[in-house]
């Protein structure tokens, strides 16, 4: 072969490297988890350039599943990739990483479903103390409120709240969609019903009780994030979704709220990422 080739190969293999780099990326992974005793998986999105530039930082949003599906349902289901790809073409958006983290699966008897501490189950504490660390180093992304903001469907949306709610200093926005929030506190539940103990879990992270119960300094640092509820009128959430916007109105929160036709569908969340991802990157610190 002759030297000529070989350049001739050398820069079109550069060529085809570099375009790889350069396009956005959805990427499984996974970390080996103390507090949980076990492996957690979890997908992540990367956008174009990302590996061509490792010195570039990025904010990130963690976009949290609904209660059945697992870290790969926002691109499986909600074709997450093609929204944000089509959003930071088009400038609506800063390019971004997003995380889904893994919090659930369809065999309830046997997997864990749910993003908050339970008996058997302390999601919560993985979540802060190993996962987002983690991810954060390795996908150079986040390390300050101004640039992390969290979303997520029902049991996530649910969970995304009760996260602001719970860690305000963390987030600086708080995207819920047909959020799951309010459930009966059931009585005597086994260690095994791992249904029951995420309906408990649900219960006591009550939205309506945190801000009731919220000093004028947590309420300050609750008004420091800017909230968006986003439910269909014929979702069977409906109401808890609109009477959780009216709280937050009545204690002078920056939050809005969207109203549009559909159900608790994947088409109605797929339609709400084009809100919810402008709707973050606006509200990155700059």
Request: aromatic share 12%; with cysteine.
């Amino acid at each position: 072969m002759s030297r000529h080739t070989l350049h001739r190969l050398w820069l079109t293999l550069s060529a085809l490297v570099f375009a790889l780099s350069a396009h956005a990326r959805i990427v499984r992974d996974s970390l080996q988890s103390r507090v949980l005793g076990t492996t957690k998986y979890y997908t992540v999105y990367t956008p174009a350039g990302f590996n061509h530039n490792p010195q570039q930082h990025y904010p990130v949003l963690y976009l949290l599943h609904g209660f059945t599906d697992d870290d790969r349902a926002w691109q499986d289901k909600g074709q997450m990739d093609r929204v944000a790809d089509e959003l930071i073409a088009s400038g609506e958006i800063q390019p971004m990483i997003i995380v889904m983290p893994n919090a659930g699966g369809p065999d309830t008897k046997n997997i864990w479903n749910g993003y908050f501490n339970m008996t058997g189950w302390a999601y919560e504490d993985f979540f802060y103390q190993e996962f987002l660390p983690t991810v954060e180093e390795k996908y150079r992304a986040g390390g300050s409120r101004g640039q992390r903001a969290v979303a997520g469907l029902s049991m996530g949306g649910g969970g995304s709240v009760g996260y602001a709610l719970g860690h305000p200093d963390m987030f600086s926005s708080c995207y819920a969609m047909s959020a799951w929030f309010i459930a009966e506190e059931r009585t005597g539940v086994s260690p095994d019903d791992k249904v029951g103990l995420l309906t408990n879990a649900v219960s006591k992270r009550s939205p309506f009780d945190a801000l009731k119960k919220a000093s004028e300094e947590e309420m300050d640092s609750y008004r420091k994030i800017v909230w968006f509820i986003d439910c269909g009128d014929d979702d069977f959430l409906f109401e808890q979704n609109i009477n959780l916007y009216k709280e937050l109105r009545k204690h002078r929160l920056n939050a809005q709220l969207r109203v549009r036709d559909g159900g608790h569908t994947w088409e109605y969340w797929h339609n709400a990422l084009r809100l919810c991802l402008p709707f973050v990157s606006r509200n990155f610190s700059k």
